[in-house]
């Protein structure tokens, strides 16, 4: 009977202390998923201190995909205790949720993560090719590139601290530029940037590790220098304005330089060309209608040849003879003198071998000898006159 | 004169469509602000559900946008003191579109499930942040 308590009194022990165990091995935070810079992710439900059971993850998108394994799970000291996601296994903007198996022994305790946006889950990578320029008057400016792809999709946090400070101090920017207003040549300042994915693009508070640092100014010890490249070598620093309105067929990778450059490039073609085109319009309206020579090149008269006939059609009254200067007895010599009466012809019928009897007697016929002579008696040519 | 007129004015024109960008981005954005400003104003109780497109496909933006921009006529301010800054920002609403892909889109406005004003106007905030991410640069 006491081995019999003792044996149960051991069990429940055993089951307590494993219960414990196991519910500690179930991480009260759940798993924390971070995308970095959009190219992979990580899924951790805890570390190794916490940790001793066997896991495995299974994951899915909503409505999207049927649920997979892990791949590739992380592991520290042989327990494994996250899951690496490759770009292509990320969906954004579809809900994601994870299930997690723990076992230990026999049992299996199952853990399920709510829907995640992987949108607001980004952690952009540090910004890199910090540069600094020293304007006139005393002014920094300070400029740097982000491997992440979507530059509007970020904003940025400069943090510095000269020597003879002792706090630093932090500024909110929305470009990729900062202007430090006063410096002094003194002191040797520090400057820090790190970025975010702002409010445009999704709903996270992840902000990126701090970058390397840049410095400037001169120190008592040792010459700082600003780590300066070449004003050549910036990529596409550009201001919120420039990259508002300059966006057209010209790409930024064509005008290196600075971004005070960038902004009088921008103020050339947003309001110098169309003011230069308007007025070259204007002026050449006003040319136009004020010089007549110019007018009479461009838009020439329409001969009317009416003008070399009004002599003909005015002077003359339309004597086309007497405009074109023909002599006078020409003239006359057209005009008929003498006055015609109407002549009628009719044919002649043919000879029918008969002597005709002539009325007026003038002179009589001979007769041919030999040819019969045959009186006609009727003659066609009674009444009929030939001759002029 | 009219030849000349005319010339000069499509060398006007051509030189300002040089300068033109595509200020899609900014659109965008002022879309963006406009909800938000949204849903600090818009009445959430006692009022009609509305259809709210959840991560549509990209097929489907274009109808996801037309549905919620019907949702957002019915919208009503949460009291008279916000009217005005509330009809600013409905005017916005509407006159905003979306370049159609052409695409078939399976699902249609009334296939989507019936939220509040508040989630829907929430729906919409992701929606537009998922079209400003996928904005390029130079446009869209």
């Known amino acids: 009977m006491a081995v019999h308590a003792a044996f149960l009194a051991s069990t429940i022990l055993l089951l307590c202390g494993m219960g414990p165990c196991l519910a500690a091995a179930h991480s009260p935070s759940g798993v924390e998923c971070v995308l970095f810079n959009e190219e992979y992710m990580t899924c951790m439900w805890g570390s190794r201190e916490t940790l001793t059971a066997n896991y495995s993850l299974y994951y899915w998108y909503e409505n999207r995909s049927p649920v997979m394994e892990c791949k590739h799970y992380l592991q520290d000291q042989g327990v494994s205790i996250g899951c690496y996601f490759n770009q292509s296994e990320i969906i954004q903007f579809q809900p994601f949720r994870v299930l997690i198996n723990a076992s230990l022994g026999s049992r299996t305790l199952k853990f399920l993560s709510k829907p995640m946006e992987l949108q607001d889950l980004v952690k952009p990578e540090a910004p890199v090719n910090l540069t600094i320029r020293n304007m006139s008057s005393n002014q920094l400016q300070l400029t740097w590139t982000s491997p992440y792809p979507k530059a509007q999709c970020l904003e940025h946090a400069v943090k510095y601290k000269s020597n003879k400070d002792t706090n630093w101090m932090e500024h909110q920017v929305k470009g990729d530029i900062f202007s430090f207003p006063s410096v002094d040549y003194e002191k040797y300042y520090t400057f820090y940037v790190r970025s975010k994915i702002n409010s445009y693009c999704g709903r996270t508070q992840l902000w990126s590790e701090w970058s390397v640092p840049v410095v400037w100014g001169s120190n008592s010890t040792s010459k700082g220098s600003s780590h300066g490249h070449p004003r050549r070598a910036i990529d596409v620093p550009t201001p919120l304005l420039w990259r508002c309105a300059g966006q057209g067929s010209m790409s930024p990778q064509l005008f290196p330089g600075t971004a005070e450059e960038q902004l009088h490039w921008f103020w050339i073609h947003t309001v110098l060309i169309p003011i230069a085109s308007c007025l070259l319009l204007l002026v050449l309206v006003v040319l136009l209608v004020r010089m007549e020579r110019v007018w009479v090149i461009l838009m020439p008269r329409i001969p009317n040849p009416s003008k070399n006939f009004d002599e003909l059609f005015i002077t003359h009254n339309g004597n086309f003879q007497e405009w074109a200067g023909v002599p006078k007895d020409v003239v006359e010599s057209f005009r008929p003198n003498y006055s015609e009466n109407i002549c009628y012809v009719s044919e002649l019928p043919p000879k029918d071998s008969c002597e005709p009897l002539w009325e007026s007697g003038n002179y009589s016929p001979s007769v041919m000898p030999g040819t019969p002579a045959a009186p006609c008696e009727h003659s066609p040519y009674k009444n009929s006159y030939v001759g002029l | ?140």
Do not use: W
């Open chain 2, 1 to 140: 004169m009219e030849r000349m007129i005319i010339f000069c004015m499509l060398f006007f024109c051509s030189s300002m469509a040089l300068t033109a960008a595509p200020y899609k981005i900014v659109k965008y954005k002022q879309l963006h602000k406009t909800i938000t400003l949204l849903q600090n104003t818009v009445k959430d109780q006692d009022v009609e559900l509305l259809h709210t497109p959840e991560n549509p496909v990209d097929e489907c933006l274009f109808t996801a946008v037309a549905c919620f921009q019907k949702g957002t006529l019915k919208l009503q301010p949460e009291n008279s003191k916000v009217n005005s800054t509330f009809n600013q920002a409905i005017t916005v609403l509407k006159k905003f579109t979306l370049r159609d892909s052409g695409k078939q889109c399976e699902s249609s406005c009334e296939s989507y499930e019936k939220k509040k004003p508040k989630e829907f106007l929430k729906s919409f905030e992701k929606l537009i942040q998922k079209v400003i991410r996928h904005t390029r640069a130079e446009g869209y």
